[in-house]
């Protein structure tokens, strides 16, 4: 069976998913980026993406509790799940047995 | 603390693209966002950034997430719309009657005015060949009326000659072919006469021009000289259901027999088609075929052309001007010589015009040709009357608002948007209009054969017509409908729902609709002014003294052409008719009122003159009544005479004109005519002109042969002097038609264009008229409702009916008079311009405004008083018990 596919940037925000756990959601995750890599993301990217990957069955959300900040808005909580958890594994996997194949030049050039 | 909010407007458009299911969290992230952007970078920044933000969200991402396109209406509140609107038409019958009949008639003046300007378009269209189809056209120094700012002349007359010089000496075109002449001649079958309009062709006519054959061989047509082609009307109208085909004719062409054979049948001119032609035979036929051939000082031909597809009509001027030197060099520099012209003038050069053109040229008079401004006039009034029911929408929607200004709060109350508001108004409006348009598609089918007859247009409802006249009817209609729905939404949507519900301001101050009605009855008032004027114009036209008898006079033609054997008939014809008591006298004379002229050009010392010439008999003057100023009529015995008419007199600068002899037809063996009388200027043309020199001849031999009889009638009963007229003549001409006609129809037929135009400026201005006193009417209810307990109050404090109807009626008068004020300047400008294009016209005087004023006020009060008159009547105890 063919894994389903992942995006560099879907890839990212799941990982970002599954680190934030509980706290998963749009904002949250572009702060988690930021404060991770230093790299600067717009939202809409990433709901968008948080949609698709639910749509692809890697994350589910739900609505949280009713808050007094955010003009009111309640926040759409995301978490992972065990397809997603597998999927990242998988990739991981992948990338540290591709890794390992790769011959000894890491610092010849440097 | 107070919050600062984000970008309302931002948040709305999220709302509106986003799916409601993903909005919140959306919206939630971007509220923190905000609010830390706030801290990190101000309120100004934070709120671009926000607005940013939600624009970036504007992706096919969220966008394509919307289960259906058409969430992005709210179809719950279009229903409701919908039903609301139906519900407030219903309720509010007399306002929807006003309005519908207003904006009806607009629409449907705009689809006639679209009709007749896609009619106009659609001239000579029809050919596949159009195109490559051109009409030759002559520039040519104008030595007869010398004009240094207009020194050219243009004209589609041609020599007979230039089509074969064409065919010969430029390669570039295919086909060309010679067209002249649409006049009747007398046509025979067996025993049968008929008057029917001949054209000369040539055989390249049916290859150039698609007009459809119905039968014989179209390659062959008017292959023999003696061929002829009928269109189906005249063929059917000779030969009923039998075949036409290899019948013989005979047709009498200036007073000659010629056998002809039909050969063909082909359709009749469509109505958009300049070349409107008859039974068509060779050119060869026309009288004096050979002699113009040969003749190129003679123009007398239209000449079409056909040129090969890739042919560029520029690159035919070298060949054109080779023509012009190979034929005419020599009379071209002896006209030069004559006439004092400079060497280096052009005196003659051929143009081509695209057969496509030829219908909106005004620069060559064609038959069937017509001026675009006429476009633009139907166009304005179309516009003029739509403006005028738009205003009565708005203000009537605007005045009787009152009513609606509690549903409007209790809808903001509620939460509706300003932007709901104004969607609800406009889907009232068009809605209105849409049923307008229902409508005004009724009556276009009941008008267009009216409009028809008032634009000489010839327009049918085919399938297509209707269809694409009802996609521009809607088109306006969705206009107009969002256009006068737009202020009066507008207004009521910017209603403050808590002074509404509060019922804090007593009255609506709807203070836009006072110049909107002045405005509406300025329109009215111009049309008003302009049709008087005109009305007045013709009807100086139609009255004014001629300076001859003009009823009761028969006009004959002998169809007998320019002849001896035609001036003979006309005297047997006297003799035969005067026995007769019904009959009071009889002349003949070259040319009648109102059909041509000619017009002679003289030299006398050296100087250029001319002429208006007809030719008479010695009934001529008494029968028209004419006036002899100076000397006597001619006798039956004189000849080579004339008498001149005031203006040749002013023209010669004679002192003793009966002194004078005349060599007008330059006569170099003789000093002229001698002149033996002068009449009294009179109009031998139409008034659009001045009087000309003229003179009268009679019996100059080669020149005064007469062709028309004119018959004056003493007895009031003509339907049985016409029978002694058609039973005499039958006796006289067996084999010629009885073609008559009257005087007086004659002359007025040179105004029916001017009659048309007033007409349509009578009927416009007839509806604009109850359009806006439609609107008046409403206007005035609505005022007497509104100020129902005022007048219960003042007839309590004893104020008498006299009071409270001048009361009521006083802004509208008001308004009436500044309207009138505001039109007057303008229509006295319109109708001065349309005034110059006649010689004689009418002032305009300050009492037509006066009587456009009287008429104005009149109509208005009439229809202010019925509303007036009941409040004033209405028992204040009924007005104010509930108080």
């Keep these: 069976m063919n894994k389903a596919y992942l995006g560099e940037f879907e890839e990212l925000v799941l990982t970002m998913v599954g680190i934030l756990g509980e706290e998963a959601y749009g904002n949250a995750v572009v702060e988690e980026i930021e404060k991770q890599l230093e790299r600067e993301v717009n939202l809409s990217a990433v709901h968008v993406t948080l949609y698709r990957l639910e749509d692809k069955g890697l994350v589910k959300s739900e609505m949280g509790g009713a808050t007094s900040t955010r003009g009111g808005r309640r926040k759409r909580y995301f978490a992972i799940t065990n397809a997603g958890l597998s999927l990242l594994r998988d990739l991981q996997e992948n990338r540290i047995k591709l890794w390992k194949l790769l011959p000894d030049l890491k610092f010849s050039n440097l | ?883």
Excluded at chain 2, 291 to 306: D, G, H, Y
Excluded at chain 2, 327 to 355: F, P
Excluded at chain 2, 416 to 440: G, N
Aim: overall charge negative; proline content about 4%.
């Design chain 2, 1 to 883: 603390m107070n919050q600062p909010d984000p970008p309302k407007r931002a948040i709305r458009f999220l709302e509106w693209f986003c799916p409601p299911a993903l909005a919140e969290g959306i919206l939630g992230d971007l509220y923190e966002a905000f609010d830390q952007d706030v801290e990190r970078m101000g309120v100004k920044s934070a709120r671009r950034r926000f607005t940013w933000n939600v624009i970036r969200f504007f992706r096919p991402g969220i966008i394509l997430r919307n289960n259906y396109s058409l969430t992005f209406f709210n179809n719950n509140m279009w229903s409701n719309y919908l039903k609301i609107a139906g519900r407030n038409l219903v309720k509010r019958k007399m306002y929807t009657v006003i309005n519908a009949v207003g904006l009806s008639i607009g629409i449907a003046f705009c689809m006639l005015i679209f009709l007749f300007i896609r009619d106009e378009r659609s001239f000579d269209k029809f050919h596949s060949k159009s195109a490559s189809i051109y009409r030759v056209e002559e520039k040519s120094y104008d030595t007869w009326d010398r004009d240094a700012e207009q020194p050219y002349f243009y004209s589609a007359w041609l020599q007979t000659g230039l089509r074969d010089a064409i065919i010969e000496d430029i390669p570039q075109v295919k086909y060309a072919t010679r067209y002249s002449g649409s006049n009747n001649v007398v046509v025979q079958y067996e025993s049968k006469v008929f008057s029917e309009p001949l054209t000369f062709a040539d055989p390249d006519f049916f290859s150039i021009f698609d007009f459809k054959s119905l039968s014989g061989n179209r390659d062959t047509y008017l292959s023999e000289k003696h061929d002829i082609v009928l269109t189906r009307s005249i063929a059917e109208k000779i030969f009923g259901s039998d075949d036409p085909l290899d019948r013989q004719l005979t047709i009498t062409l200036n007073g000659e027999n010629l056998q002809v054979t039909v050969t063909g049948v082909i359709e009749d001119a469509p109505a958009n088609s300049s070349l409107d032609y008859g039974m068509i035979v060779r050119q060869e036929n026309r009288p004096y075929f050979e002699r113009n051939l040969s003749n190129w000082q003679s123009f007398n031909t239209p000449t079409f052309v056909e040129l090969y597809e890739n042919a560029d009509p520029d690159d035919l001027a070298p060949g054109l001007d080779g023509i012009v030197e190979k034929y005419m060099a020599e009379s071209i520099a002896r006209d030069k010589e004559e006439y004092n012209i400079a060497e280096d003038v052009e005196m003659l050069t051929y143009h081509l015009t695209n057969l496509e053109d030829i219908h909106l040229d005004t620069d060559i008079s064609w038959t069937r040709s017509s001026d675009p401004q006429h476009t633009y006039v139907l166009g304005g009034l179309a516009l003029l009357i739509l403006v005028i029911a738009c205003i009565n929408y708005i203000s009537l929607a605007l005045t009787s608002s009152a009513g609606r200004r509690n549903e409007v709060g209790i809808r903001k109350a509620i939460g509706a948007r300003r932007s709901q508001l104004i969607t609800q108004f406009s889907v009232e409006a068009v809605l209105l209009a849409l049923l307008s348009l229902i409508i005004s598609i009724v009556l276009v089918y009941l008008f267009l054969p009216n409009f028809n007859d008032f634009t000489g247009k010839g327009i049918e409802l085919d399938p297509t017509t209707v269809l694409v006249m009802t996609g521009t009817g809607l088109l306006v209609a969705g206009f107009i409908g969002l256009l006068s729905g737009s202020y009066p939404s507008l207004y009521l949507s910017g209603l403050n729902p808590i002074s509404v519900l509060k019922r804090l301001s007593g009255r609506v101050k709807a203070g836009f609709t006072r110049p909107l009605v002045v405005l509406q009855f300025a329109m009215s008032g111009l049309l008003i002014i302009c049709s008087l004027i005109m009305l007045r114009q013709m009807n100086f036209l139609t009255s004014k003294n001629l300076g001859y008898k003009q009823d009761q006079v028969v006009v004959m033609n002998t169809n007998m052409g320019y002849n001896e054997q035609s001036s003979r008939i006309i005297e047997t014809l006297r003799q035969t008719l005067t026995q007769f008591p019904e009959i009071e006298a009889v002349s003949g004379t070259s040319t009648s009122f109102n059909q041509g002229w000619s017009r002679n050009g003289y030299t006398i010392d050296g100087e250029q003159k001319s002429a208006y010439v007809y030719a008479v008999d010695h009934e001529y003057i008494p029968t028209l009544g004419i006036e002899l100023k100076e000397g006597r009529n001619f006798t039956a015995l004189d000849s080579n005479m004339v008498i001149v008419n005031e203006a040749l007199v002013r023209d010669m600068g004679w002192e003793n004109p009966l002194d004078e002899y005349l060599n007008w037809h330059e006569d170099s063996l003789s000093q002229g005519s001698k002149v033996i009388g002068v009449v009294q200027d009179y109009h031998f043309l139409s008034l659009e002109q001045q009087i000309e020199p003229m003179l009268l001849q009679n019996k100059t031999e080669a020149y005064a042969h007469l062709t028309t009889a004119l018959i004056r009638i003493g007895s009031d009963n003509i339907p049985a002097a016409m029978d002694i007229v058609e039973q005499n003549w039958k006796k006289i001409a067996p084999d010629k038609p009885f073609d008559y006609s009257f005087l007086d129809e004659d002359v007025a037929r040179q105004y029916e264009q001017y009659k048309r135009w007033t007409n349509i400026m009578t009927l416009a201005t007839g509806f604009a008229i109850l359009i806006s006193c439609l609107g008046l009417f409403g206007l005035a209810g609505i005022n007497a409702v509104n100020k129902t307990k005022e007048i219960g109050i003042r007839k309590v404090m004893g104020a008498e009916s006299w009071n409270i109807f001048v009361m009521m009626n006083k802004q509208f008068i008001l308004l009436a008079l500044v309207s009138f004020v505001l039109a007057a300047p303008l229509s006295w400008w319109l109708m001065r311009k349309w005034l110059e294009s006649f010689s004689y016209s009418i002032e305009i005087g300050w009492d037509v405004f006066a009587l456009s004023i009287v008429i104005g006020l009149v109509v208005a009060l009439l229809t202010v008083s019925y509303h007036s008159v009941r409040a004033t009547l209405i028992n204040p105890a009924e007005t104010l018990k509930y108080e």
